[in-house]
């Protein structure tokens, strides 16, 4: 790392964490003897990094990190135009990028997604609610150290598909089957 008390580091393999010191060194203790892992560098102010296929036991990797990417918005009701409040919203890496990051609304329906390297995003609900969806933004392009803002998402009434599962051969129902998208 450059960049001293960057923030955690952590790997695929869960309780596995540590912090980077003063001179931006760090130690992942304790992983199992073989294992191959993947390390993810998280702080307020850089773009989150992933690197996997990594061999305990490893010494000197070098982490350089870049300065981060944000998407900010306003999530509200289309039929009123009020703050949807406390509302999970989430940016999915596109192409080069598998980064996925998530937020809350607060209490005016404002959103910041942060560490994001660069590349394109697209942005929804990370959540389910009842009767209400938002049409993703697709394809937002965010360059490094850029903040693009007033991305909104606009929530609107659920519609709903409705059907039947059968057996190909015997044209019975199928129960208790999970059907999404």
């Known amino acids: 790392l450059t960049s001293p008390n960057i923030g955690s580091i952590g790997g695929a393999l869960p309780g596995f964490i540590a912090k980077t010191d003063e001179k931006g060194n760090f130690i992942l203790r304790n992983l199992p003897e073989d294992s191959n892992v993947g390390i993810n560098i998280l702080g307020p102010g850089y773009a989150q990094e992933y690197r996997y296929g990594i061999q305990a036991g490893t010494e000197g990797i070098a982490f350089t990190l870049k300065r981060e990417g944000r998407i900010e ?11 949807a409040k406390n509302i999970g919203v989430c940016a999915q890496g596109l192409h080069s990028t598998n980064a996925w990051e998530e937020t809350k609304t607060d209490e005016n329906g404002y959103y910041a997604l942060t560490n994001l390297p660069a590349g394109n995003y697209n942005v929804s609900l990370n959540e389910y609610l009842p009767d209400w969806t ?3 933004r697709e394809y937002i392009e965010v360059a490094e150290g850029q903040t693009v803002k007033n991305i909104a998402l606009k929530l609107v009434k659920g519609g709903f598909i409705t059907g039947r599962v059968t057996d190909k051969d ?3 129902p199928i129960p208790n089957h999970w059907i999404g998208f």
């Not at 918005?73 to 703050?83: A, I, K, L, R, Y």
Request: proline share 6%; charged share 20%.
């Open 134 to 136: 938002t049409v993703a």
């Open 73 to 83: 918005g306003q999530v509200t009701f289309s039929e009123t135009g009020e703050p």
């Open 170 to 172: 015997t044209g019975k």
